[in-house]
């Protein structure tokens, strides 16, 4: 793929990536948190399921059952702890928390899939996590929007670790299409039972659904998956340590936010641990062994 395409779609991605975040936060002055990105996800799972309509769809209810799990934890568990966070903290904070589940991955894939890492993942594990100490102000007295923040990275880290899994059953743009409407339809039910619905109908609040729902979501996630499709998937993933970089600016740009120093200081150790824990995508010895006696 040409490098100059490449770096361009890489941007426009993971700018998407980052700046949701700051748009979703002025979304909340029209919105509660829930029915947010309850609308937000149910409206994009919607268009992509009549776009994948005449793709092979699963054929059991098993099947259906993981695709609602999925769907649970990547779209109404990640971004219902997203929005929910930016109540109480910045949107480069909530960013910087929530992308730093690459780095739970690591932890995840070697508890449950047997997955062996190599020593510079787990060095980028420890520096992530010692980023995000420092991205907390050196303590441990989190907000509420702290915790949310993490919860966010958890959810993401484990939907990842089951798509690993069970990705390979389905194709790829059923699976994104009906995890995002099934987590929409959750996040609109639970926007409508856990908290006081809030809806102000105006032209900004109209485009700030439709933004989401259509740039930050189906043309995000279209991107994204192109551009794995075209290339190595660990050198690609890599690139998602720039998503963070563009929640903060967009924080700064759009909100005026106040990004403080030990945000910058700790953000760029979790680019750092992001970095390492995906950058090390060269076959293991054993493959590389088996490479050389097929040949």
Sequence with gaps: MNPV?????????????????????????????????????????????????????????????????????????????????????????????????????????????????????????????????ITLGFHLQWETGTLFGIGSAVSWSIATVLIKKWGVRFNVWVMTAYQMLFGGILLLLMGVTLETPKLIITPTSIVIVLWLAVMASIVQFATWFFLLNQGDPGRTSAFLFLAPFFGVLSGWVLLYEVVKWHVYAGGLLIFAGIFLVNWTFAPSGRLQQSKRESA
């Design 5 to 133: 395409l490449f770096g361009i779609l890489v941007v426009i991605t993971t700018s998407l990536m980052g700046s949701s975040f700051a748009v979703g936060k002025i979304g909340l002055t029209y919105f509660s948190p829930l029915l947010l990105v309850g609308l937000r996800f149910t409206l994009a799972g919607l268009l992509m399921a009549i776009w994948v309509w005449k793709k092979p769809l699963p054929k059991s209810l098993q099947d259906w059952g993981k695709i609602g799990l999925i769907g649970f934890l990547q779209t109404a568990a990640v971004m219902g702890c997203i929005f929910l966070s930016l109540r109480t903290i910045t949107a480069g904070e909530s960013s910087i928390l929530t992308f730093m589940n690459p780095l739970l991955v690591v932890i995840w894939g070697t508890l449950f899939l047997g997955v062996s890492y190599r020593f510079s993942q787990w060095a980028g594990v420890l520096i992530g996590i010692f980023g995000v100490f």
